[in-house]
Every structure is written in C-alpha cells, then in structure tokens.
C-alpha cells in the first residue's frame, strides 16, 4: 500500500494590500477582544433583566401569599434573601451602565465590561434563587414563569461562559497581578 501522506507542510501566506488593513498591523486579536465588549455589556443587560424579572416576582408573591394571618414577606428569613438579590442586580445594573457608557463614549472598557458581566450573571443567579426559595412549591407552577425562566437560566447561563477568563482579566488588567495562564 502506498503512503498518501504529504512528506512536508506546504502552507501559502497570503500577502495582502497595506490599503486593505484595517487599523494597526499586528494588533488584530486586541480589536476581536475589544470587539468582544459589546457582547459583554449585552450579556450583562439581559441578565439584570432577567434578575429584575426575578426580584419582581418574588416580591409580589411574598406580599400577596398570606400564612398565619400575615404576608410571608414579613418573614425576615423570606425577606432578606430577595432584598440581598435586589442589591446585586442594582449594583450589577450601575456596572453595566457605566460599561456601555465608556463603550459609547468610545473609550477603554474592558474591565468595565467584563465586571457587569461577572456581576450581573451572579446576580441574576442569586435572584433566580430567591424567587424560587420564596414562592416553594409554587415556583413549580406555570402561572409564576419562575421555574421555566429558571430553567433557561440553568441551560443558557451566563455563569457557564468562561468566568475565568473574565476573573483572569481583572487580575490581570484591572489589578496588575501577574498572567494566570
């Protein structure tokens, strides 16, 4: 039988026109991850949406669900976790904005944009938790959409992308700790 394989690599490189670069020669992989910003801020609002939706819900059912002659949101134990949930999506939202600020503006964000991300998918997380904790059983039933929003959390999170890249980044960049990998 005869031997198919090539004996030696016979890549080409192509050459292209100077007038057909775009930006900085040699600078291309830091445009793709500055590019990449966009998508982070973007990933960020979904999630403190998905964690408004979350801290919303849980509030109205605590208030509405009576046991004992009294609302369960009276409860410090069904109370304080969704409060807890409330502050990280707002404190995940003024990172979010001050990122897509700074993308605006056209200025430097990656730090900004990695961080909301980082924030807002833990938050969202914690608030998904707190609504079903706070309505129990009932978090199962159709009409409070909080297990099927869960579910695509569980499946779809944010939290699955590569928190240690973006953990990386700030170690790096934002704190100027030496490369982790």
Same mark, same amino acid.
């Given at each position: 039988?005869?031997?198919?394989?090539?004996?030696?690599?016979?890549?080409?490189?192509?050459?292209?026109?100077?007038?057909? @670069?775009?930006?900085? $020669?040699?600078?291309? =992989?830091?445009?793709?991850? /500055?590019?990449?910003?966009?998508?982070?801020?973007?990933? %960020?609002? *979904?999630?403190?949406? /998905?964690?408004?939706? =979350?801290?919303?819900? %849980?509030?109205?059912?605590?208030?509405? #669900?009576?046991?004992?002659?009294? +609302?369960?949101?009276?409860?410090?134990?069904?109370?304080?976790?969704?409060?807890?949930?409330?502050?990280?999506?707002?404190?995940? /939202?003024?990172?979010?904005?001050?990122?897509?600020?700074?993308?605006?503006?056209?200025? +430097?964000?990656?730090? $900004?944009?990695?961080?909301?991300?980082? @924030?807002?998918?833990?938050?969202?997380?914690?608030?998904?938790?707190?609504?079903? /904790?706070?309505?129990?059983?009932?978090?199962?039933?159709?009409?409070?959409?909080? *297990?099927?929003?869960?579910?695509?959390?569980?499946?779809?999170?944010?939290? #699955?992308? +590569?928190?240690?890249?973006?953990?990386?980044?700030?170690?790096?960049?934002? @704190?100027?700790? +030496?490369?982790?990998?």
């Amino acid at each position: 039988m005869m031997n198919t394989r090539p004996t030696k690599c016979s890549f080409a490189i192509s050459r292209w026109p100077a007038e057909n @670069l775009i930006g900085e $020669e040699g600078r291309g =992989f830091r445009y793709i991850l /500055d590019g990449m910003n966009a998508e982070r801020i973007l990933i %960020a609002a *979904e999630c403190v949406g /998905d964690g408004t939706f =979350f801290v919303e819900r %849980a509030v109205k059912y605590v208030g509405e #669900r009576v046991v004992f002659g009294r +609302p369960i949101g009276q409860n410090q134990g069904v109370q304080f976790p969704i409060a807890r949930a409330h502050a990280a999506v707002v404190a995940a /939202d003024l990172m979010r904005r001050q990122a897509s600020a700074l993308f605006d503006a056209g200025r +430097p964000c990656g730090a $900004e944009a990695n961080t909301a991300k980082l @924030l807002a998918s833990e938050a969202s997380w914690q608030a998904a938790n707190a609504s079903m /904790d706070a309505h129990g059983g009932y978090g199962f039933a159709e009409e409070y959409d909080i *297990e099927r929003k869960s579910a695509k959390r569980a499946s779809t999170s944010p939290r #699955r992308s +590569p928190t240690t890249l973006i953990l990386s980044y700030i170690g790096q960049h934002v @704190l100027g700790m +030496p490369r982790s990998f």
